[in-house]
């Protein structure tokens, strides 16, 4: 399977990519075949018509396997593939608001939040001033405060609300079960 200087990897170093001079060798079985050099290491791949390939680094000295490079790049781009599938994304959403809001308004942008908080993600509420409104900074609050209350029952706060310009931040997080 190695072919003389073409296999190269951006993550793992191959063949004679693996510039140290001694390394700790896995056999193709994956036993422990001790330190050895370099030369030895290559010669042994060869031999089995496999590569040599550097798992780790960082070892003093890195640890290298004699594998098929193709079916171990596969199986590792796979394990890679179901990490991923395992992760929770979550999104900051943002919820805009002014201090003139009407009710209703109001209702329909809390109940977007809940669904927002219900499917994991994080929310922002800003409240944002414009003109003559930045004198009044405590209808703003107030609104946020009534944002806040409810949605207490699945929502907390992390951290105070906090104000910038001309505008007013407070994130909710879900509430952790348990």
Not at 60 to 65: D, E, S
Not at 139 to 158: F, P, R, T
């Amino acid at each position: 399977m190695p072919e003389e200087g073409v296999i190269e990897s951006k993550r793992y170093r191959i063949n004679q990519f693996i510039r140290a001079s001694e390394v700790r060798l896995i056999d193709s079985a994956g036993k422990q075949a001790g330190v050895v050099k370099i030369s030895e290491a290559l010669s042994m791949a060869k031999s089995e018509d496999l590569d040599l390939v550097e798992i780790s680094s960082q070892g003093n000295p890195p640890v290298c396997k004699i594998v098929n490079f193709s079916k171990f790049r596969y199986e590792m781009d796979k394990r890679e593939k179901e990490a991923r599938k395992k992760q929770k994304v979550t999104l900051l959403k943002e919820i805009r608001v002014r201090p003139r809001i009407g009710e209703h308004d109001l209702e329909v942008k809390i109940k977007h939040a809940r669904e927002f908080i219900a499917d994991g993600n994080k929310v922002q509420i800003t409240a944002m001033f414009s003109g003559r409104e930045m004198q009044h900074k405590d209808l703003g609050l107030k609104i946020v405060e009534k944002v806040k209350a409810s949605l207490s029952d699945i929502a907390e706060s992390e951290g105070k609300i906090s104000s910038f310009g001309n505008r007013i931040f407070l994130t909710l997080s879900p509430k952790k079960n348990g």
